[in-house]
């Protein structure tokens, strides 16, 4: 609230949500104040019951699917991102299956995903390295090619409407920007045809008119 009063702030955005103890009063600002965006990053890791304990991460399934449908139903519009990882030891196909699932069913307007390994010091040092480096990253490149399904369907419902960009840099024949709902480097971007009075660092209103999987391609409008 006091980060909104400030002047020159145009947007507040909320990284490393973790889901164990999630502060729900801060659901209702999301939704109200105009700076906040509705975005969030919300690091899951996994859904399966045994893992999350593996895992320690203090949340489980249904704590987790009760909270997203909290995030859904308050913040209308809102975007969820969050990273996976695959190949934890004790994950079984069994398990992958379930994560896919899920991520079929909570359908994230971002996800990233990484494959596990072992650090020295860390919660599953100690449980080994059981999956193979070819098993992780088949895990990996399934969960990323569902993704790509998912997003590019949320994609192409988003041509046609405009959307309140900030411009990052420029590239070839296009300003490279993103709207609200997109963290620089890790999400999606916004492909703005060249045009006189666009700077980098500004803000313009931009109509999508074309979409691939992750990326839109749009015209400023006035």
Same mark, same amino acid.
């Given at each position: 609230r006091e980060l909104s009063k400030v002047q020159g702030i145009e947007w507040i955005r909320l990284h490393y949500a973790y889901p164990q103890k999630f502060p729900e009063e801060v659901i209702p600002i999301m939704a109200n104040d105009p700076k906040i965006c509705?975005?969030?990053?919300?690091?899951?890791?996994?859904i399966n019951d045994d893992i999350l304990k593996a895992m320690k991460r203090g949340?489980?399934?249904?704590?987790?699917?009760?909270?997203l449908e909290k995030f859904r139903k308050q913040i209308p519009g809102v975007?969820?991102?969050?990273?996976? /990882? %695959?190949?934890?030891?004790?994950?079984? =196909?069994?398990?992958?299956?379930e994560l896919l699932?899920?991520?079929?069913?909570?359908?994230?307007?971002?996800?990233?995903?990484?494959?596990?390994?072992?650090?020295?010091?860390?919660?599953?040092y100690a449980l080994g390295d059981?999956?193979?480096?070819?098993?992780?990253q088949r895990r990996a490149d399934q969960l990323m090619e569902l993704q790509a399904e998912?997003?590019?369907a949320l994609n192409e419902e988003k041509i046609g409407k405009t959307f309140k960009v900030l411009i990052d840099r420029t590239e070839g024949d296009y300003f490279i920007g993103r709207t609200e709902f997109d963290s620089p480097?890790?999400?999606?971007?916004? /492909? %703005?045809d060249?045009?006189?009075?666009? =700077?980098i660092g500004n803000f313009v209103n931009v109509k999508i008119n074309s979409a691939t999987d992750f990326e839109l391609f749009g015209t400023e409008i006035f």
């Open positions: 509705r975005y969030l990053d919300i690091p899951l890791q996994h949340h489980d399934r249904q704590g987790t699917l009760q909270l975007a969820l991102r969050t990273t996976l /990882l %695959v190949g934890f030891p004790g994950e079984t =196909r069994r398990e992958f299956q699932d899920f991520v079929k069913l909570a359908r994230f307007e971002r996800l990233g995903v990484f494959t596990y390994s072992p650090e020295e010091g860390t919660t599953g059981p999956v193979p480096e070819k098993e992780k998912i997003s590019g480097e890790v999400d999606n971007e916004v /492909l %703005v060249k045009a006189p009075g666009i =700077r």
